[in-house]
């Protein structure tokens, strides 16, 4: 079976940190790879995108790919997925996290409001996620906590 670790990332400083936690979380309890998440929705349609315009699928994919090689290079020590899926965070992280050993996300994603402790997606998560979640807060430029 594999031993996979799921970690939500959405470009936010918080979710890089996570990225960053989870796969030092792989290497040393041996997990087999790194699931790199970011999830889109369609606003009021759930017709695809004519072609030429506004794409969240590929917007999505490409915030995620950007993060993972921005912070682990073209070639991870660790064999990290990335996985773009249809859907609310929360719901997309939940349903990815089912037979995980572990979920990780950021305290505070791209939106809400800058002020609280946890955002939505990661309160939902350790609320409801099938296996245990660890939340990860962003740094600062000197490596502290934010």
Same mark, same amino acid.
């Given at each position: 079976m594999t &031993? &996979?670790?799921v970690v939500g990332v959405d470009g936010s400083l918080a979710a890089t940190a996570a990225l960053r936690w989870a796969v030092r979380q792989a290497a040393a309890t041996g =997990?087999?790879?790194v699931e790199a998440v970011n999830a889109w929705e369609l606003s009021g349609s759930v017709l695809p995108p004519p072609v030429g315009v506004y794409d969240p699928r590929q917007v999505a994919a490409n *915030?995620?790919?950007e993060a993972v090689v921005g912070e682990l290079g073209e070639t991870p020590e660790i064999k990290v997925t990335e996985l773009v899926l249809p859907g609310p965070a929360s =719901? =997309? %992280?939940l349903g990815q996290a089912s037979g995980a050993e %572990? %979920? *990780? *996300?950021?305290s505070r994603g791209l939106g809400g409001f800058s002020g609280l402790l946890l955002g939505s997606v990661s309160r939902h998560v350790v609320e409801h996620a099938p296996c245990p979640v660890v939340v990860v807060r962003a740094e600062h430029a000197d490596g502290t906590a934010g």
């Open positions: &031993r &996979r670790i =997990a087999d790879v *915030v995620l790919h =719901a =997309a %992280l %572990l %979920l *990780v *996300v950021g």
